[in-house]
């Protein structure tokens, strides 16, 4: 009697599971669709993206915040430092701040 009351949970078991995947899934269909009426209404696209079948309109979604910008490469300089020494110019030209010299 035990092992048949066994099967009969696993039976039951598996029924529960196959109706809530099944519920999950109704669900998921109705809140991300885009039913026709919902272009027809007239209310503001706030309100009806909070209505079911209307959720997955693309006036609902919301875009991705954009990327920062990475900042602009600094502009050539010639610091007071680059004509003060006397290294060759090939190689005060990739110091720092010496890259603009007209050298």
Do not use: N, Y
């Amino acid at each position: 009697r035990k092992i048949r009351h066994g099967f009969e949970c696993m039976r039951r078991a598996r029924s529960h599971a196959a109706l809530l995947i099944g519920l999950l899934h109704s669900v998921g269909r109705a809140t991300s669709a885009c039913e026709p009426f919902c272009d027809k209404k007239t209310q503001p696209w706030q309100q009806k993206c909070s209505w079911v079948g209307c959720s997955g309109c693309s006036e609902c979604s919301v875009p991705p915040p954009a990327l920062p910008s990475s900042p602009p490469p600094p502009l050539p300089q010639c610091m007071l430092h680059c004509g003060e020494k006397s290294h060759p110019w090939e190689e005060r030209c990739r110091w720092d701040g010496c890259s603009g010299c007209s050298e």
